[in-house]
């Protein structure tokens, strides 16, 4: 069983003034395997925060459908099962980082012993044990982000959505959340997430789909997507002057491999979208 599959959802919302809709997804389908991190990217205004939001109930498609774990997104049973860090959270800024976390945890449901306890494991994680008494209102951008990811992760889910995660953030900031989500994928949680950052994206996802105007315009493992079969690439461990002149006629014991060379998403990304265009008649 996949822990999300979305089939040909759409959604449109209505114009200003009478005018007309605007369609936000067009028939977007997918699937997420259980235990690995899906990434989707795409320009502003793709469409990624909508598929989001579908996702963990906030709105509904007009047409098609969401699933988590087999049952409909907007399942009661969900909710325990999916941990959601929208691009912008909002916290109470009076409240320290422990007594944000201790908040979230009583409404899922904790209390006493276990919720200290999952407070001190959680502060651990996201690396602010030592500003777990300052409060959130003096925390940077990447410290209210992590804290974000610890109240995602109260109630124990089995996927974490995460919109823009590192939106915003120091690059310090951003490899700290870029290993926390790499740490939660060892330990066998979903990961979903969508970003504009590609080269982040390219490091620590399994699959990734790329949304342009609502459309899913490309798809697939980050070794289909970037597998250019036009080039090759070899790789000589400790080559010596003398080998590299000598290349072709003799490699010996330093030959370590022969295997497609790789684009980098980012010209996968750019390469879909002019395709799109041409396709329009629009380049």
Known sequence: MNAVEIEQIHKSFPGHWGRGGVYAVKGVSLQIPQGGVYGLIGPNGSGKSTIMKALVGLLSPDAGYCRVFGQPATAAANRREIGFLPENPYFYKFLTGAE???????????????????????????????????????????????????????????????????????????????????????????????????????????????????????EGSMDELTRDTRRNEVILRNPSPELLAELQRVAGDAWESCSPARNSLEKVFLDGIRARLEAEGRS
């Open 100 to 218: 944000t976390i201790r908040f979230y945890g009583k409404l899922c449901g904790l209390s006493g012993r276990a919720l200290q306890e999952r407070t001190t494991e959680l502060l651990e994680l996201v690396g602010l044990t030592e500003a777990a008494h300052r409060r959130v209102g003096g925390y940077s951008k990447g410290m209210l982000q992590r804290i974000g990811l610890a109240q995602a992760l109260v109630q124990q889910p089995r996927l974490l959505v995460l919109d823009e995660p590192t939106a915003g953030v120091d690059p310090i900031g951003s490899r700290t959340i870029r290993d926390i989500i790499l740490e939660l994928k060892q330990r066998g949680m979903t990961v979903f997430l969508c970003s504009h950052l590609l080269e982040q994206v390219q490091e620590i996802c399994d699959r990734v789909g790329i949304l342009y105007q609502g459309c899913l315009i490309a």
